[in-house]
Each structure stands twice: as C-alpha cells, then as structure tokens.
C-alpha cells in the first residue's frame, strides 16, 4: 500500500491550496479515507473523512465550510481543498486509508 500526497506549499492568511493524495497497490475504492494533520509541537488533528463511494462525508467543526473532502476513484486519488486558511492551520497534512495506511505528509504553511 502507498499513498503519496502533493499539493502543499506556503500560502498567506485567506489563501487556498488544493491538496492531493494518489493511491497506489490497493484497491482505491473500496477504502473510506481520511485526512489529518499535525501542527508543529502538537498531536494527531482529525480533519476529514469520505466514504469509499464519495457520498458520505464528515469533518471537523474547525474546517466545515472551508475545507471540502472529495475523491476520484477513477484516478484512485483523494483531494482537500482548503480555502479561508488560518495560520493556525500549518501543519503537516496526512491521508490515511481505511486499513490504517498512511502517506509521507505534504507540509502546509500559512504565514504572511
């Protein structure tokens, strides 16, 4: 199993980034899947969560209405898209599939 995300980067307080998560020996669609992070110095954050269909999705009350969960099982690939970021919100950025696999990270940080 390997998940590779991509997509971060340095972004200003407002800004948006659009994060991407491909999927790679394991049958993409059959895995709910989950984004998390981890801000410098603190644990494990929860941030969002997708069905294996991409119907159901769930996410934490820090990010409902500006993060939106989505997936491409087609191109077994997994997106975040973040608008309005906070420079609370620069962290390292983890997709983690159902089994309990996870990516390398993609590091977010939003600075002025």
């Known amino acids: 199993v390997q998940l590779v995300e991509s997509g971060g980067g340095s972004v200003q307080p407002g800004g948006s980034l659009r994060l991407s998560c491909a999927a790679f020996v394991f049958t993409f669609s059959s895995y709910a899947m989950t984004w998390v992070r981890q801000a410098p110095g603190k644990g494990l954050e929860w941030v969002s969560d997708?069905?294996?269909?991409?119907?159901?999705?769930d996410s934490a009350d820090s990010v409902k209405g500006r993060f939106t969960i989505s997936r491409d099982n087609a191109k077994n690939s997994l997106y975040l898209q973040m608008n309005s970021l906070k420079p609370e919100e620069t962290a390292k950025y983890y997709c983690v599939n159902a089994e309990g696999s996870w990516g390398q990270g993609t590091q977010v940080t939003v600075s002025s």
């Open positions: 997708i069905s294996s269909d991409g119907v159901y999705t």
